[in-house]
């Protein structure tokens, strides 16, 4: 079963002679509970086809289907309600609130729609992401591999449909990098999350279920 349908996505930036032609005739089909890698040179397109799904930015041509949810046509508010329903969004900068804590950190953005957690699932992820004694630290006090399993966290944290990952290892070590991508495939394991993961790293790509290159804002595959 496809979570993730897009067809005939056509995105530019900008006019004329400096128009940036981001994404050329996209047609790709994701499956439910599958880890994708998106790979590609800086500028193919990559973030832009993330961003597409995730509902973060809208398409010049084209459609959008996730988790049985047209995009096209929705209206800010209902993109925003499609956002915070079905999809987690995992960035190389971690996004953290450096003045709130771990555990206000990963519960801010339910906060912010006015949703309570469960807490038995709260706690789950936590004990998942090995961050039951870091609740009350601060992401300063953290590492920076500390800091993305609070952000995985966070995303996880809503029961999202899809997982989106842009480059979450980029600002990492090695050791850090290779453990996250471990808990990344274990939340899709433990979760039957579908995860669809922009990497330069070549190492890490070859560990998904498949891989999409893009170039020039097309897929090679």
Known sequence: MDIVTVHNLYKTFGRGESAVHALNGIDLAIEK???????????????????????????????IIVDGVRLSGLKEKELAVFRRSKVGIVYQSFHLVPTLTVKENILFPLSLAGTKHDPA????????????????????????????????ARALLSRPSILLADEPTGNLDSKSGQNVLGLFKLSVETYHQTLVMITHNLEIAQMADRVIRIEDGRICE
């Open 33 to 63: 509970g599958t880890f994708t890698a998106v790979i590609g040179a800086s500028g193919s397109g990559k973030t832009t086809l993330l961003n597409m799904i995730g509902g973060l930015d809208t398409p010049d041509e084209g459609e």
């Open 121 to 152: 699932f709260f706690s789950e992820i936590v004990e998942l992401l090995h961050l039951q004694k870091k609740l009350n630290a601060y992401p300063h006090e953290l590492s920076g591999g500390g800091q993305q399993r609070a952000a995985i």
